[in-house]
Structure formats: structure tokens, C-alpha cells
């Protein structure tokens, strides 16, 4: 259920490669894995279905390569979310979620 949401930028070149979200569902934390084109800043947010901002996970700059970001969702009530990816070249959004027990 990691599927591509949108993927929002001028011409198809959005400079990140998505690998994975897991564990999908998520209870506890969760990672997301990706890969950049070339030294990039970006942001990681997460959104509740309704579109509402969760969370701020990431916001900086990451250098070429593979890169996993690892955030605690233990606290979230449980639920489909989004999880955006924001650079300077587009926006892609990916959605995941959250079960307890």
C-alpha cells in the first residue's frame, strides 16, 4: 500500500527514486528509503487522510546517494497516512499505514 500518490514537478526529472516504506503497516516506526540524483534539499512530512500535517520528519539538505529516514509513529491513532517528498524539483507523495496490536 506504498503506492504513488502524485508526483508533481515541470519535466518528469523529480531527482528521487523511491525504494520502500516499512514496515507497511507501520506500529511502531517507520522508514523510508530513497535515493537522490545529486545533492538535494528536501523535506519529509507526514499527512493524516483528510490532508491535515502530521509531522515534520526531515528538512535539510542530503548529499547524492542512498539515504533511509527512520521516524517513530507508536503515539499516531491508527490509519491510512501520507508521507510527502519535497525538493526543489517537484513533489511526490506516497501513502502508508499505521496498525496497532
Known amino acids: 500500500m ?3 500518490v ?4 515541470d519535466d518528469g526529472d523529480f531527482g ?3 525504494h520502500a516504506v516499512y514496515p ?3 506500529s511502531e516506526n517507520l ?7 545529486k545533492m538535494t534539499s528536501m523535506s519529509l512530512n507526514l499527512y493524516d487522510l483528510l490532508g491535515r500535517p502530521v509531522s515534520s520528519i526531515f528538512s ?5 546517494g542512498e539515504h533511509s529516514i527512520t521516524t517513530n509513529v507508536a ?15 517537484g513533489t511526490s ?9
Not at 535539510?60 to 547524492?64: H, I, T
Not at 491513532?77 to 524539483?89: A, L, N
Open 16 to 18: 528521487v527514486t523511491f
Open 93 to 101: 507523495m506516497y501513502k502508508f499505514r499505521i496498525l496497532h496490536g
Open 60 to 64: 535539510g539538505r542530503l548529499p547524492e
Open 6 to 9: 502524485s508526483n508533481l514537478d
Open 24 to 26: 507497511n503497516p507501520a
Open 31 to 37: 522508514t523510508v528509503s530513497f535515493s537522490l540524483a
Open 2 to 4: 506504498n503506492d504513488l
Open 75 to 89: 503515539g499516531m491513532i491508527e490509519g491510512v497516512y501520507f508521507y510527502q517528498i519535497v525538493t526543489d524539483r
